[in-house]
C-alpha cells in the first residue's frame, strides 16, 4: 500500500485523495460517488479521485469503500493537485490533520505468520472507519494473553489445530491479522446510531474471537455477541483496565458454573495467571476459602491476593495430601483427572478450563455416572458479567495484577516473555500516551 507522507502541507489549501480499490467499479454503483472522479485502470482496479472537506468526509468516503466490499488496495493524499490523474471535480475539501495522512492511518502489530513471535511486526494500515452501531476506540492499553500466544503459535491440543487454519487461514492468518483480546480506551467518534457512548468516554473491552487489540484503533459494534464493551472502572488506569476483561470473565463464568457458595473450600490450579488471579480474589469475595496452586515463584502473589492456603505444584501433589475440595478448578486443564475427582467432595464440581478430548469424554461419563460434576466449555461473555466486574473493582473486592509492560512497538518482545511462562497475572500492550488515566 502505498502512504507517502507530505511533510510540508498547506492546510489552507484544498487537498486531493486518491483512493484506489481492486476490481472495476459498475456504473450502479458509480452512483454512490457522485462528486468523486472515477477512473477504471487498465490493470483490473478503480481510482477514486477528489478533495474532502474534513475528516468525517473522508471517512464517509471510505465507509461507501468499504460497504461496496471490494478490497481497499491505498488510500493517498495528494500535495499537488496537478499531480491527480484525472481531473478534479467539485471542491469539497479539506483534512486539517497533518499527521498520518489526515489520520487514515494507524499503527499495528500485524500477525503475519503462524509460529514463533517474529511473524508478529509493526505496520501502518488503514485506521478502521465505524460503521452506523460502532464506536471507533483510541487504545490505550491492551495485553498478551496466554491465548493469544497459543493461538500464534499453534500450539493448542491437536483437535483443534485443523479447525483453527480452515477458519483462519491454512497457510498464514487472515481472517484474524491483529492479535490481542481485550483493550481500554477513549471513544474517539460514534456512529450516528450508537446511543450508549459517546466521544470521550473512557471504555475497556474484550474483542471476542474478532481479537485486534495491537494497534492505535479499533471498531466495535456498542452491542454484540462477539466481544463485550462498557465504561472503565474509575479506579483503574487504561493499564490496569485492559488486563480484566477475558481473564475476569473466564474466571467469572466458571465459578459461577461451579455454584460457588459462602464458606466451601475451593481449589484453583493455575491460580499465577490471567484468569486465576481473578479466579482467585472472586472466590474469596463469594466467601469461599481458597487454596491456590502453581510454581514457587507465584505463591507469595496468591497469598497476597487472598489465597489462605497454597501448593507449589512443582513439589507436591495436590491430590496426595488427603485434602478434599467442593470446587476444583483447574485452568490449564493439567491436573490428573482421576485424582482431581479424588479430592473433590461428595456433590462437588470440577472445573476445566481448557480441556483435552479424554477430559471431555471422562466428564461426560463421570458427570453421568456420580453426584461429582465435571464442567467444561467456554465463557459466554455477557456484557452485564462486565459491567459487575467493573463494580467489584470500584467497589476495591478486586485488582488487576500487572507483571510487565510493554510498548505496542515491543509486542513480539512482550509475546516472548509470556511464551517462557513466567507471567505473572497480566502483561500489558501500553498504546501511545496518557496510559495512567
Ligand atoms: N486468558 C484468557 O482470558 C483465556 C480465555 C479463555 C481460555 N483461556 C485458556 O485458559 C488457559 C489459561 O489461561 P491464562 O491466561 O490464565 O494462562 P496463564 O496466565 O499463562 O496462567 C496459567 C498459570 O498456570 C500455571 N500452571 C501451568 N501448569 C500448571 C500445573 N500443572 N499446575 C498448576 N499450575 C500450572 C502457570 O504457571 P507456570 O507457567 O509457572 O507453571 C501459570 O501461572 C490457556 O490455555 C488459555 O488458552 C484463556
Sequence with gaps: MLNERNPIIDPSQPMVYQIRIKGHLSHQRADWFGEVTITL????????????????????????????????????????????????????????????????????????????????????????????????????????????????????????????????????PKRITILGQELAGEIETTGKDVRLFKQGDQVFASTGLSFGGYAEYICLPEETNMGVLAKKPVNMTYEEAA????????????????????????????????????????????????????????????????????????????????????????????????GSIKSLKQNGRYLIGNPGLTQIVRGRWISMRSTKKVIIGAAIQKVEDLVFLKELIEAGEIKSVIDRRYPLEQTAEAHRYVDTGQKKGNVVITIGKNTNI
Design 41 to 172: 485502470e487498465e490493470d483490473g482496479n478503480t481510482l477514486l479521485t477528489g478533495m474532502v472537506i474534513d475528516q468525517s468526509a473522508l471517512h464517509g468516503l471510505l465507509r461507501k469503500v468499504r460497504d461496496l466490499g471490494m478490497p481497499l488496495i491505498s488510500v493517498n493524499r495528494v500535495n499537488n493537485p496537478s499531480q491527480a490523474n484525472a481531473s478534479i471535480v467539485q471542491k469539497n475539501f479539506i483534512s486539517s490533520n497533518q499527521n498520518n495522512l489526515g489520520g487514515i492511518l494507524m499503527k499495528a502489530i500485524v500477525w503475519t505468520k503462524y509460529g514463533p513471535p517474529d511473524g508478529l511486526q509493526l505496520r501502518e494500515i488503514n485506521k478502521p472507519v465505524p460503521r452506523d452501531n460502532e464506536v471507533l476506540i483510541r487504545i490505550a492499553a491492551t495485553t498478551v494473553t496466554t491465548g493469544d500466544c497459543e493461538l500464534r503459535s499453534l500450539k493448542i491440543p491437536v483437535l483443534f489445530r485443523l479447525p483453527a487454519r480452515i477458519y483462519n487461514g491454512l497457510l498464514k
Design 243 to 338: 488486563a480484566v476483561p477475558t481473564g475476569g470473565l473466564e474466571a467469572l463464568h466458571f465459578l459461577r458454573k461451579g455454584n460457588i457458595r459462602h464458606g466451601q473450600k475451593v481449589l484453583i490450579i493455575g491460580a499465577g495467571g490471567s484468569i486465576g488471579t481473578f479466579a482467585v480474589q472472586l472466590a474469596r469475595h463469594f466467601g469461599a476459602e481458597v487454596t491456590g496452586v502453581d510454581s514457587t515463584e507465584k505463591l507469595d502473589l496468591l497469598r497476597s491476593i487472598g489465597a489462605v492456603r497454597v501448593i507449589d505444584y512443582t513439589r507436591e501433589d495436590f491430590t496426595k495430601n488427603g485434602e478434599t475440595y467442593d470446587v476444583i478448578f483447574d485452568i490449564m486443564g493439567k491436573s490428573s483427572f482421576s
